[in-house]
């Protein structure tokens, strides 16, 4: 069984930061690439920020420059950081892992259940 679970979204005023974490747990043999992405109301899913096991980072357009994606390896822990915060980032943020876990020979995404950002103007 393997888990993720977000944490740290919140209400913030505009220009301001929220910090989100996103633990994997379970028998975990070791985590390829890490992702955040998020979901508004009546919008399809997008991808924010992508890390590999390596640290290469990728960010979408629209938040390249104001957020950072960052993980803890001996963890199994990925954040985001949120700096510069609009109402358009307004969304939930699911956390997505792509890993090998015991009894399974081949890599599987598993993902989290989503933690609620509000940006207010």
């Known amino acids: 069984q393997v888990q993720l679970v977000e944490s740290g979204g919140g209400f913030v005023q505009a220009g301001g930061s929220l910090r989100l974490s996103c633990a994997a747990s379970?028998?975990?043999?070791?985590?390829?690439?890490m992702m955040w992405y998020r979901q508004a109301p009546g919008k399809q899913r997008e991808l924010v920020a992508h890390?590999?096991?390596?640290?290469?980072?990728n960010y979408a357009d629209s938040v390249t420059g104001r957020f950072t994606i960052a993980r803890d390896n001996g963890k199994n822990t990925v954040y985001l950081q949120m700096n510069s915060l609009k109402p358009e980032d307004t969304a939930v943020y699911y956390c997505?892992?792509?890993?090998?876990?015991?009894?399974?020979?081949?890599?599987?995404?598993?993902w989290g259940r989503g933690t609620q950002v509000t940006v207010s103007s």
């Open positions: 379970g028998s975990i043999l070791s985590i390829n690439a």
């Open positions: 997505n892992a792509i890993l090998t876990s015991q009894g399974s020979d081949s890599l599987r995404g598993y």
């Open positions: 890390i590999t096991g390596g640290g290469r980072t």
